[in-house]
C-alpha cells in the first residue's frame, strides 16, 4: 500500500514563502506523476503543480511562477517551493501520486494546512 505523508505546513504572512515536503513510502519512479492539490471547505479540490515521471511540469495561472514543484528520487520526496503567498493561497494542500500499472491508480496523503495571514 502506498503512503504519501505531507509537512511542512504551517502560518505565513502574505509575501513570505513556505515549502511543502511529500514522502512516498516506495520508488518515485514507480509513479506516472506526482501532484500537489488544494482544497478551501466548501470548494472542489484543484490542481497546484504537477510532475510527470518524464520531468515536465504544469501549472494554472494562480501559481505559475510563484509556486515551484520539485522531486528528490533519492529521498522518494516531492516538494513544493511558494513564493509570494497571497491570502487567496490558504487551503488544505494535498500530495498525490498516480500509477499506471498494473492498473490506473491515484493515491492521497492526509493533506497539511497553509494559512497565508498577516
Known amino acids: 500500500q502506498v503512503q504519501l505523508v505531507e509537512s511542512g505546513g504551517g502560518l505565513v504572512q502574505p509575501g513570505g514563502s513556505l515549502r511543502l515536503s511529500c514522502a512516498a513510502s516506495?520508488?518515485?519512479?514507480?509513479?506516472?506523476?506526482m501532484a500537489w492539490f488544494r482544497q478551501v471547505s466548501g470548494k472542489p479540490r484543484e490542481l497546484v503543480a504537477q510532475?510527470?515521471?518524464?520531468?515536465?511540469?504544469n501549472y494554472p495561472d494562480s501559481v505559475k511562477d510563484r509556486f515551484t514543484i520539485s522531486r528528490d528520487n533519492a529521498k522518494n520526496t516531492v516538494y513544493l517551493q511558494m513564493n509570494s503567498l497571497k491570502p487567496e493561497d490558504t487551503a488544505v494542500y494535498y500530495c498525490?501520486?498516480?500509477?499506471?500499472?498494473?492498473?490506473?491508480?491515484?493515491?492521497w496523503g492526509q493533506g497539511t494546512q497553509v494559512t497565508v495571514s498577516s
Open positions: 516506495g520508488s518515485l519512479f514507480s509513479f506516472h506523476a
Open positions: 498525490s501520486a498516480v500509477r499506471l500499472t498494473p492498473q490506473s491508480s491515484t493515491y
Open positions: 510532475i510527470i515521471n518524464t520531468g515536465s511540469t
